[in-house]
């Protein structure tokens, strides 16, 4: 069968393939989370006014069926460094932002649209940095685009970092029985003591339809101000753009969210998107004014379990990493990482700071770990 690729470069563009892509983004496995499906591309790009356009590389079958696409942005990006305290820019310039992991295609159709695409970019002279911010490793679309010459893939964590998640379960009681049990037992009283701890009519509430999203949005703007990376990533969650797209979402099962609620005020949240039989822990947070009733923890252990219930037989991804609520929930974990793809250019030459800056620093880390753990015995 012959495969043709092409590249959307406008919304209208995007607009006119939305249902078309959408099916296969929802298909079992085909995204790796709900930021390669076409809406969050369209609002990706619509809520932005820096330049950023789509670069959306769409490989359609002999048929004309769309079997895969590679959901990128255009964007101005700068590469930094951080060496002994000090930011060194590495790159200043264009470059292509891809949402996710990888390419957006079914198992069986995968390795096909990864070949395609990859050297539909390959051959583009235009193109010389993509930044895949959330990796898979090894990264299967990186290594595509490698091959075909040109390309290197440089990482640009400098430690190792673990993406976190549960497998599919028959249920949140089948769940509970693959923990030990004092970590069971724990977790389950915790409940109890933190709702306690808060009094009045504390609740965990639960938004998932379109109507809720106005009032989530007005309750999240509430308490995500009071929360400890309000100053570090200020977020209005009241725009527009975004309760429009959280209203299509969640009316499409893709959104679902959850507040700690005391008196009419919200205390903690929990917020996920949910694609392909995999619900994303996106965000949390709490009150610092609550932190010490352990609510934000808790509100993760009750928001996973009705999960697991709800949705039977589907993952639940933690993202990566290495929080404690992850070590305690999770059931697997999988190696990922940050990483540029760049073509071998004068431009892209700082890119070759990584790897012994990588070396540099993971040796200093070690030391660190060696020294704290003599220390603690």
Known sequence: MNYVG?????????????????????????????V?????????????????????????DGDGRVAGYVPLLAIEHTARLDVAGRRVNLYRGAALRLLGAGVVASEAQRATVEFLASRQLA?????????????????????????????????ANLLDQVHWSIDPQPSSEAWLAGMEKKQRTDQLQRVGRAYRKL????????????????EYCRLMNEVYARTWHHDDLP?????????ALFRRLA??????????????????????????????VDDLGYDEDVAKA???????FQAVRGLLDRFPGERVSFGYGDNQYKRLLATRTEPCGSLYVVRATRATAGFHMYAPVRWFYRGLHRVRTDLKARNAG
Do not use: C, K
């Open 294 to 300: 352990g609510i934000g923890s808790v509100a993760v």
């Open 36 to 60: 390669q499906h076409p809406d969050w591309i369209e609002y990706e790009v619509s809520s932005r006014h820096d330049g950023t356009v789509p670069h959306v590389v769409v490989v359609r």
């Open 199 to 214: 009094g009045g009519d504390a609740a965990l509430r639960v938004f998932d339809r379109g109507d809720d999203m106005p």
């Open 235 to 243: 977020i209005d969650w009241e725009v527009p753009e975004r309760v």
């Open 251 to 280: 009316d499409a099962g893709q959104l679902i969210g959850h507040i700690v609620v005391r008196d009419g005020r919200p205390l903690a949240y929990v917020h996920g998107y949910r694609i392909g039989g995999t619900y994303l």
């Open 6 to 34: 092409s590249t959307l470069h406008t919304l209208d563009a995007l607009r006119a393939l939305r249902d078309e892509l959408a099916q296969v983004a929802e298909l079992p496995g085909a995204a790796s989370g709900i």
């Open 123 to 155: 051959g583009d002279a235009g193109i010389r940095v993509v930044r895949i911010q959330e990796a898979d490793l090894p990264n299967r679309f990186a290594s595509a685009l490698s091959a075909h010459g040109g390309f290197r893939t440089v990482a």
